[in-house]
């Protein structure tokens, strides 16, 4: 069987790339990537059997990784298209990473550029459907079985107001807060065991963030102020200072009309804790307001900074990606507030392009099954499974429990078990985190209900402000913000 897969793996170097209609094109060169043994064996474990050698079709995977990621991953995506090639023999995959943003997407779709399949956040899906920009998948995932899968609060993300569906859950995140545990360990907040003495409160970010500075002069905190990733994660911070239900950051009042509500007390508070974390306990890194996610979680990888509040899904990028060692990482609940615990929890979406066909329709649910990303159980799902969890580990990602947007229980066990096999990880590291959603200790929230995008912009700004500008007056701020994006709401929706 290894052998057989290596020849595969050969033969995608000379693949002739079809056209819609099934004709023949220049054949393209393309790099064979190597895979360790023990992924090389779980990727020899999918099945060569023909499924359907009448479907025909092209799809364009956006979801495909890029040129730069790690060689365990290329090697994973390419061991996919090998088995999908032999499955459907017709269908034709074309690579095409994809890092998708609203602004680059947009006008794709409306071109007729789209990849056929691409991932965006859960905060865009409906906007899309809205805007017709994405395709319509029902009746494919009803044919293969999939429709009845979905958990409900999925179902409200990626349908419309018919109940058509137009995309899938990739995964699921709870935001929580990455540690830097080796400069935890240098500022002395460890126990005798050395696993940190974590913040569980958001005032002890702000001390133990004073100590890490003190002690290793780096950055306690690494927080992205630019673009919208600020205000993103200032909702959340704000949350716990009270704003939520009759003092939430947006609202529908009685008759309907949605209202911006920036200059409450409790949203006041909590930026004012912003503005503290710069000028009086001075644990920022230094750029802010130029960091974006990726720099965030560089910062820690490298050793720059000891706190990032960020999610179970984007364990890689201080890891795999910076080359943080395991022993030295860890992922913490979001620390209270002053009024509750509460955390984001969101996740990344499969989306299709609008003008996508029934075929490439069937095909993309095909491929995404392959890749273990339906909840299904057979050979190949376990098989495509057990090949992502060893490539993670082969590039050395954190193996975690999985957070599933799926309610099947057979299907969540068999993943579960599967991830304590190939587990890296010491998970006394990881345990208070999924405890404290496992046992409700923490209140998880879906992001601000509309224009989500542009009210963290306008927080965003706010924020700049407060820590480029000592003594900057917080209400003054605040209250204009909530101006700008109430003219907005008002523009655009209570109209």
């Known amino acids: 069987m290894k052998t057989r897969m290596r020849a595969v793996a050969l033969l995608l170097v000379l693949c002739v790339l079809l056209t819609a209609c099934g004709q023949s094109a220049a054949p393209a060169a393309e790099p064979v990537h190597e895979a360790s043994a023990e992924l090389q064996e779980e990727l020899s474990a999918l099945s060569d059997e023909v499924i359907d050698p009448n479907l025909t079709c092209t799809i364009t995977?956006?979801?495909?990784?890029?040129?730069?990621?790690?060689?365990?991953?290329?090697?994973?995506?390419?061991?996919?298209?090998?088995?999908?090639?032999?499955?459907?023999?017709?269908?034709?995959?074309?690579?095409?990473?994809?890092?998708?943003?609203?602004?680059?997407?947009?006008?794709?779709?409306?071109?007729?550029?789209?990849?056929?399949?691409?991932q965006p956040p859960f905060t865009d899906p409906q906007l899309l459907i809205s805007q017709n920009l994405v395709g319509d998948v029902t009746d494919a995932l009803e044919a293969c079985g999939a429709l009845d899968k979905f958990s409900p609060s999925y179902v409200e993300m990626l349908a419309d107001e018919n109940g058509r569906i137009y995309g899938l859950p990739r995964d699921g995140y709870v935001l929580g807060m990455h540690i830097n545990v080796a400069l935890f360990r240098e500022a002395g907040l460890v126990d005798d065991e050395g696993l940190p003495l974590y913040p569980r409160t958001l005032e002890e970010v702000a001390e133990y963030g004073q100590i890490i500075h003190e002690k290793t002069g780096k950055a306690g905190l690494v927080f992205p102020a630019s673009e919208t990733y600020g205000g993103w994660l200032f909702t959340n911070i704000a949350w716990n200072f009270g704003c939520v239900g009759e003092n939430a950051l947006e609202y529908q009042d009685e008759n309907g009309r949605w209202v911006c509500n920036f200059t409450s007390p409790q949203a006041i508070a909590a930026m004012e804790y912003m503005r503290d974390l710069q000028w009086k306990y001075d644990i920022l890194n230094a750029d802010a307001t130029t960091t974006d996610w990726a720099g965030s979680h560089s910062a820690l990888g490298i050793g720059e900074a000891a706190m990032n509040f960020a999610a179970d899904d984007a364990v890689d990028q201080p890891t795999a990606n910076k080359g943080l060692p395991l022993e030295d990482f860890a992922l913490i609940p979001f620390p209270a507030g002053p009024e509750g615990r509460y955390a984001l929890a969101g996740g990344t979406c499969y989306m299709f392009a609008p003008d996508i066909t029934p075929d490439q329709a069937t095909a993309l649910m095909a491929y995404l099954k392959i890749l273990g990303k339906l909840p299904f159980l057979d050979d190949d799902i376990i098989a495509g499974m057990r090949a992502d969890y060893a490539a993670k580990r082969d590039r050395g990602a954190p193996v975690l429990p999985a957070i599933s947007a799926w309610n099947d229980e057979e299907y969540n066990a068999a993943k579960q078990a599967i991830i304590d096999e190939y587990s890296n990880v010491d998970m006394r590291l990881y345990n208070d985190f999924f405890d404290s959603i496992s046992e409700g200790t923490i209140t998880l929230r879906s992001e601000e209900p509309v224009f989500a995008q542009q009210l963290y912009r306008e927080l965003t700004a706010v924020i700049q402000r407060m820590i480029t500008r000592e003594g900057a007056d917080v209400m003054k701020a605040m209250q204009s913000a909530q101006d700008s994006f109430q003219e907005y709401l008002d523009d655009e929706i209570n109209t």
Do not use: C, H
């Open 61 to 118: 995977l956006g979801n495909w990784p890029a040129d730069t990621a790690p060689e365990s991953e290329l090697a994973l995506f390419e061991g996919y298209r090998a088995t999908m090639a032999k499955q459907y023999p017709n269908v034709t995959l074309v690579p095409d990473y994809f890092s998708y943003t609203l602004s680059n997407y947009v006008p794709m779709a409306k071109g007729g550029t789209a990849p056929s399949i691409f």
